[in-house]
Nanobody, 123 residues
């Protein structure tokens, strides 16, 4: 059974850090583009960061560049999102996703999705 399970969300003060994890089972992430999306209340789900397996390229939306870092551990079949200098605007449900095409992911589509983990940035 194919599954993506996120963990690591929670409540953090502005300026704080969180590390999200995504565990994959039922398939190997090694050859998949992986991404983190987020959906804030009343907003659409948007991709935040993407990792392309073909050349190791990583992509970020402008608002998180320099603050968030996506990484993968293919041996453990895990994906991570290190989030530093968090801002209230980062509050959202964060989803892990995987697809064979990084192009599809950057357009907001993915074959596999997790159920999400809540991140709340508030004092």
């Amino acid at each position: 059974q194919v599954q993506l399970v996120e963990s690591g969300g929670g409540l953090v003060q502005p300026g704080g850090s969180l590390r999200l994890s995504c565990s994959a089972s039922g398939f190997s992430l090694r050859h998949f583009a992986i991404a983190w999306f987020r959906q804030a209340p009343g907003a659409e789900r948007d991709w935040v960061s993407c990792s392309d397996p073909s050349d190791g390229s990583t992509y970020y939306i402008d608002s998180v560049k320099g603050r968030f870092t996506i990484s993968r551990d293919n041996a453990k079949n895990m994906v991570y999102l290190q989030m530093d200098s968090l801002e209230p605007e980062d509050t959202a449900v964060y989803y892990c996703a995987a697809d064979a095409s990084s192009g599809r992911v950057l357009l907001g589509f993915a074959e596999y999705w997790g159920h999400g983990t809540q991140v709340t940035v508030s004092s």
